[in-house]
């Protein structure tokens, strides 16, 4: 198994390597040995370190699983954590991204620890090494996904599952669940074909993105009108061109058929499906040509109001919890406004709204709490299919720009940049209505479009300057902790002394049976001799396991020659004593010969 998890790895390398992407990636491995020990190749380690430790790697141990994923998140979240791309309390922008992808290779047994098998992965949340690490529910980020491969290769010959054409998930290990609740997924391999499958599905998935839950709030969009006509040889034919592309085929109905509508719906359009109303799908940010990171303008807001009388931050979740709204809106865009534009990952809602074929109907997005006085919040986006029906993108505005675009576009049009009195004040009454980190963010969109001087200073400071501090502070702590993580990589635990051998012999070397010729053979030197007899008090036996204790072994010098056979007889069946509850009595052998 070891061996076949080391080619997959290889493997992947290779496929992901045919990728101009691949020039910016950095792998890292990772075993299930106590930290820091368990780091075979992190930050600073080379590709070609990487390679090598990948094939030194030996299976051993116990698969305490939780631990071995808690530092794999701890070793990520400690770069994050002194760079602050998390933005903690200022809203979360996908543009600051360090994606990152867990791929975990199992055999597919039980967990276990040192106190027993586990039914369950735990992971430890009160453990971690990461400054800062409670002000996330989750040990995991929005962009670090798990992706499992759980081979359950048979030693027999395996069944034939060259029909199934798709892989599919470990759905009986725990893995499958957390794999789920990061955005990734787990493969279960049954035969070598299903591994190389899995390790090209998996390249596909290496994309540059965040993770969003997405959550319908309101009624259910009202439903497609659908005109059909029916002509007289009783064919009922769907008259819009764009659904019989879609759907691919014309119904065919007897004379009498009623609820006309209903009739070209697509599966996923049927009252019964509600799979779309709330999953967890990556957003995909496309990275810069020219600069080669990601550009973005606009964060997605915080869950709460942003006040500088508290001290604390509230813990936010991994994911933000994006709402929708199915109540048909106008896109709305005006020119030098700079807008982001998100690509989702296929998924059951953006079927359902490509299905819809409405290009010049948008969706609005909110999060809950995020405005002051209201609990659904102001829209900060939409959701849109794209003009050609191939993918639905989440447009991410200014906070509440519903209101705010049609301000700027008066005063483009109408004042010619010269605010009156009253557009002011209306302008400052939408202020009152956005969070204070989106300032910074506005008053660089309004200098592109030559506004000046509209966003007061004072309302940037919207984090108390407690939380201020306490936020620089982590950044210094995240670096000390880096710089701690990144030395102890490759440094080796204590070694073990091993097992020291003590002599048992309680008889003088002058009352030896065979002291006569023991001495001959040193010459007739009794110092030599004696010196000889008693080396073996410095003796150790290497013992890798430094949890092993220290036994008191027999000496073997101690055993008579003609006895030599009678003991290993003994030690045999001790060694092969199959239970302690057997009825078989144990030899008596004093102690074993080590």
Known sequence: MIDIAKSSVENFMKIRGRDPNSRWDRYMLLTLEDPPQNIKAGWKESHATFTSELKNLIATGVTSLGNALKSCFDLLNVNRMQSGIDTYGQGRCPHYLEPAVIIVLTDGGKLTSHSGVQPELNIPMNTSCVPGHELTKEPFRWDQRIFSLVMRLPGSVPIDLSCNTIIPSATNHPLDIMCEVTGGRSYAIYNQKMLNGAVDSLVSKIQNGVVIQFEKIGPDPPPLQIDLIKPENGLIVDSMKENLSMNGQIILLEEEPIKPALLALPQSQLPSNTSWHNLRRLILVPRSAQKGYSVGHWPIPESFWPDNANNMLPPRSAHPNVQFSCSPCEPMVIDNLPFDKYELEPSPLTQFILERRQINTCWQVFVSNSAKYSEVGHPFGYLKASSSLTCVNLFVMPYNYSVLLPLLDELMKVHKLKPTPQWRQRFDNYIKTMPGY????????????????????????????????????????????????????????????????????????????????????????????????????????????????????????????????????????????????SKTKLSDTGNDVP
């Open 438 to 581: 989106y300032a910074q963010p506005l008053k660089r969109a309004l200098v592109r479009m030559g506004i000046h001087g509209l966003v007061p200073d004072n309302i940037e400071n919207c984090l108390s300057y407690s939380v201020i501090t306490y936020l620089k502070k982590l950044k210094n702590l995240g670096k000390m902790e880096m710089d701690r993580l990144v030395a102890s990589v490759g440094s080796k635990g204590p070694s073990h002394e091993g097992i020291k051998v003590c002599s048992r012999s309680k008889t003088s070397v002058l009352q030896r049976k065979d002291f006569s010729q023991l001495l001959k053979n040193v010459g007739g030197n009794l110092a030599s001799l004696k010196q000889e007899l008693t080396d073996y008090n410095t003796f150790t036996i290497a013992v890798p396991d430094r949890d092993v204790k220290p036994q008191q072994f027999r000496n073997p010098y101690d055993i008579p020659r003609k006895n030599l056979l009678d003991q290993i007889a003994r030690m045999r069946t001790n060694f092969l004593q199959t239970s302690y509850s």
